[in-house]
């Protein structure tokens, strides 16, 4: 297993305990909404691994307010690159080596927030139904190559 978050010490706990568990695994610091961090772990994880059976995206910073007309900006921004830039640029990266050894499977994990409408939650719930198409998409592409 190989794992990534953006703040060090909560990686380090976690590779250390799963270690201790008995597990294989290893982990780095990344932003999954950054093009380079996202490589780079794609990367770290092939080379530690030889290549990735199962990708899990799990990343999200969750944006409530009391009032909708407050949220903006930075938040926004990032709550979308967290849950959606970043998903699809993981599946993106990996996506290819699945299809090229024609086996693989990547869970995406999401709430139930984008198929109802929940007080405060206006940023996210707006997020989850183009992430919805996207994964879509990547369903489509990778079932016409095999």
């Known amino acids: 297993m190989y794992i990534c978050g953006r703040n060090q010490d909560d990686v380090g706990t976690a ?3 799963l270690q201790a568990s008995g597990g294989a695994v290893d982990g780095e610091t990344a ?5 380079e961090d996202v490589k780079r772990v794609v990367r770290g994880a ?3 691994f030889g290549t990735i059976d199962v ?7 969750s944006r409530t307010a009391s009032d909708d007309r407050r949220v903006s900006g930075p938040g926004v921004g990032r709550s979308a690159e967290d849950q959606s830039l970043g998903s699809f640029l993981l599946c993106r990266e990996v996506l290819p080596l699945m299809l090229a050894k024609r086996s693989g499977s990547i869970i995406n994990v999401t709430s139930g927030v984008g198929r109802k409408g929940k007080a405060r939650w206006a940023p996210t719930r707006c997020q989850k139904p183009g992430w919805n198409v996207s994964r879509k998409c990547l369903r489509t592409k990778s079932q016409t190559r095999g």
């Open 15 to 17: 590779v250390r305990e």
């Open 31 to 35: 932003d999954v909404g950054s093009v």
């Open 46 to 48: 092939t080379r530690r």
């Open 55 to 61: 990708l899990v995206n799990n990343a999200s910073i």
